[in-house]
């Protein structure tokens, strides 16, 4: 199984400002990462597939990049909906695993 | 548009079983798969597995393999999820989810409310 492990746990950020999300894979996953975000009592929204292409109807200031093992989430300029908890997730194996969850709250 | 609607909250008692299902719309039913994740209470999210709409083909997750059944129905464009042997430690929410083979989740469904208990 891979092991996907994000990183910080909790992020405290203030509005307007940028957040830097990381999931790390325990194997190459290639480019088969994607990034949902989730809110309390919601089911997730996908954000981020193939690690760096947004989603239908998802903001500009949500990226993505990285490949193999190493992957990161920007939020560029921090707003009032996009505090939330982010998920990873690989699909390059049949058995796919999510990461833990990042917590981005309101500084 | 896409949508995915699930059935509603259910309360079993340990060693049932329980059978959620995922009715799609606004999308051709076989040109796709399903994932299925659950949440447990305050926690993150655990991928169960994963079914193809066009074949029937099923991946599931090792810790839920013999427990766990998907299926499709075609003629009604639903997805099932069937969790057989209920433990106190499979409370959780059930998501289905759109997904293609080896692909992220792009629709999600609203989640149905599992609850195990005696």
């Known amino acids: 199984e891979i092991v996907m492990t994000q990183s910080p746990a909790t992020l405290s950020v203030s509005p307007g400002e940028r957040a830097t999300l990381s999931c790390r894979a325990s194997?190459?996953?290639?480019?088969?990462l994607a990034w949902y975000q989730q809110k309390p009592g919601q089911a997730p929204r996908l954000l981020i597939s193939g690690a760096s292409t947004r989603a239908t109807g998802i903001p500009a200031r949500f990226s993505g990049s990285g490949s193999g093992t190493e992957f990161t989430l920007t939020i560029s300029s921090l707003q009032s909906e996009d505090f939330a908890v982010y998920y990873c997730?690989?699909?390059?194996?049949?058995?796919?695993?999510f990461g833990q969850g990042t917590k981005v709250e309101i500084k | 548009q896409v949508q995915l609607v699930q059935s509603g909250t259910e309360v079993k008692k340990p060693g049932a079983s329980v059978k959620v299902s995922c009715k799609a719309s606004?999308?051709?039913?076989?040109?796709?798969?399903f994932s299925w994740v659950r949440q447990a209470p305050g926690q993150g999210l655990e991928w169960m597995g994963w079914i193809s709409a066009y074949n029937g083909k099923t991946n599931y997750a090792p810790k839920l393999q013999g427990r766990v059944t998907m299926t499709t129905e075609t003629s009604t464009n639903t997805a099932y999820m069937e969790l057989r042997s209920l433990r106190s430690d499979d409370t959780a929410v059930y998501y289905c989810?759109?997904?293609?083979?080896?692909?992220?989740?792009?629709?999600w469904g609203q989640g149905t409310l599992v609850t195990v208990s005696s």
């Open positions: 606004g999308y051709t039913f076989s040109n796709y798969g």
């Open positions: 989810a759109r997904a293609g083979y080896f692909d992220s989740s792009d629709y």
């Open positions: 194997q190459s996953v290639s480019s088969n």
């Open positions: 997730q690989q699909y390059n194996n049949w058995l796919s695993t």
